[in-house]
C-alpha cells in the first residue's frame, strides 16, 4: 500500500512539472514559435532524454543490442505517431480556437491514453469494481473538461468583444479542423499507449541489471525521439515558409536558451517522474498514473495561466465556471486514488 501511494504522489510531482513547463517559453523574446519549439525539441527530446538515460542506464547500449527489431520498434513508432499529434494540435488549435481545441484534444489524450491502456492489459478486469470506478473517474474527467472547455470559449468571447480584437484563425474550415482535433488527440495520447505497450525492453533492461526505478528510461530515450525528429521536421518548414531561422542570431539569444533549457528539463523531467511512479503503482499504474498525471497537469497549467493574466478581463460567471471545471479534475485525482488502493 505505501509503495502504490508513494507511486501516486510521484505522480503528482510529474504533473506539477508537467503543467509548469510551458512556462519559461512565455518569457522568451524575439523568437518565432518555430525558434523556441526547434530548442526545446532538441534539447528535451534528445539532448537531455538521452543523457538521463545513460545515466540512469549504464548498461543502456548493450540493452539496445540485445533487443529485437519488435521490440525497439514499438517504442519508435508510438513516438513518431505522438510528434505528429504534436504538429496536429498546433494545427488543430489554429483551426477552431484554443478554448475548443484544447478541449476537445485533452479531453480524448486524457479518456483515450487511460482506457487502451486498460482494455489491452486488463481486458477481464473492466467490470471490476477497480475497472468500473476507473471508467467512472473517466466519464467525470471528461465533464470536467467539457466545463473548463465552455469556460475558455466564454473567455474568449469576453476578452475579443471588450477589446475589440478579432482571434486569428486558420483558413481551415471549422469541420476539416475538427477532425484534425480529434486525429491529434488520438495520436498525442500514443505516449502513454507505447510506453504501456514497451514492457518487453523494461523487462529486458532489468535482466540486463538496469534500476527497478529507471528501467522505463529505456523507452522514453527511444520514444521521444522519434517523437522529436516529426517536431524538428514541422519546425524546419517553417523556418523555410517564415525566413525565421536567423532568429537565433539576435540579442538575447543565449537568455532565451537558458530559459528554454530550464523548460525541457522540466518537460523530459515529468515523464521520467511518471514512468517511475506509475511502474510503482503496479499493472494499473499506466492507466490509474496517466489519468492522475494529465488531469493534474491541466489544473496546473491553468493555475499558472490564471496567475499570469489569461483570465483577464472575463466576468465572474465565467471565472467560476472555469473554477468548476478545475474542481472536477481534481475530484477525479481523488477518483484515481480510491481505484489504486481496490
Not at 496536429?88 to 481545441?101: E, I, R, T
Not at 532489468?206 to 525521439?225: G, M, P, Y
Not at 537558458?258 to 506509475?278: E, N, R, T
Not at 490509474?288 to 491553468?302: K, N, P, Q, V, Y
Request: with cysteine; charged share 10%; hydrophobic share 55%.
Amino acid at each position: 500500500m505505501d509503495k502504490l501511494m508513494t507511486g501516486l504522489l510521484i505522480v503528482v510531482v510529474a504533473s506539477v512539472l508537467q503543467g509548469s513547463f510551458m512556462v519559461p517559453m512565455s518569457y522568451v523574446r524575439k523568437w518565432k514559435w518555430e525558434n523556441s519549439w526547434a530548442v526545446f525539441s532538441i534539447l528535451a527530446m534528445i539532448v537531455f532524454n538521452w543523457a538521463l538515460a545513460w545515466l540512469s542506464i549504464p548498461s543502456l547500449a548493450q540493452i539496445y543490442k540485445s533487443a529485437s527489431v519488435s521490440t525497439l520498434g514499438v517504442p519508435a513508432v508510438f513516438g513518431a505517431c505522438w510528434g505528429i499529434g504534436a504538429v496536429c494540435f498546433g494545427l488543430g488549435m489554429a483551426a477552431v480556437g484554443f478554448a475548443l481545441g484544447y478541449a476537445i484534444i485533452m479531453g480524448i489524450v486524457l479518456s483515450f491514453g487511460a482506457f487502451i491502456p486498460m482494455v489491452v492489459l486488463h481486458p477481464n478486469d473492466i467490470l471490476s469494481s477497480k475497472g468500473i470506478l476507473i471508467l467512472v473517474g473517466l466519464a467525470v474527467m471528461v465533464v470536467g473538461i467539457a466545463v473548463f472547455g465552455l469556460a475558455g470559449i466564454r473567455k474568449e468571447k469576453e476578452q475579443g468583444e471588450k477589446t475589440g480584437a478579432i482571434t486569428e484563425t486558420s483558413t481551415l474550415s471549422i469541420r476539416v479542423g475538427l477532425v484534425i482535433c480529434i486525429a491529434a488527440g488520438i495520436l498525442s495520447c500514443l505516449t502513454n499507449v507505447g510506453f504501456s505497450m514497451s514492457q518487453p525492453l523494461i523487462d529486458l533492461a532489468l535482466r540486463q541489471n538496469a534500476s527497478e526505478k529507471w528501467a522505463s528510461n529505456s523507452v522514453w530515450a527511444i520514444l521521444f525521439t522519434f517523437g522529436g525528429i516529426a517536431n524538428l521536421s514541422y519546425c524546419g518548414y517553417l523556418f523555410v515558409k517564415n525566413k525565421s531561422f536567423g532568429a537565433y542570431r539576435q540579442a538575447g539569444s543565449f537568455r532565451n536558451l537558458m530559459l528554454l533549457a530550464f523548460m525541457s528539463l522540466m518537460w523530459i523531467g515529468s515523464f521520467v517522474l511518471y514512468g517511475l511512479g506509475a511502474r510503482m503503482m503496479g499493472d494499473w499504474g499506466t492507466v490509474i498514473g496517466w489519468s492522475a498525471f494529465i488531469a493534474l497537469s491541466i489544473t496546473i497549467a491553468s493555475i499558472w495561466g490564471f496567475a499570469q493574466g489569461e483570465w483577464a478581463r472575463t466576468s465572474p460567471a465565467t471565472r467560476k465556471l472555469m473554477a468548476a471545471g478545475l474542481a472536477i479534475l481534481v475530484l477525479v485525482i481523488f477518483i484515481f486514488a480510491c481505484g489504486n488502493v481496490i
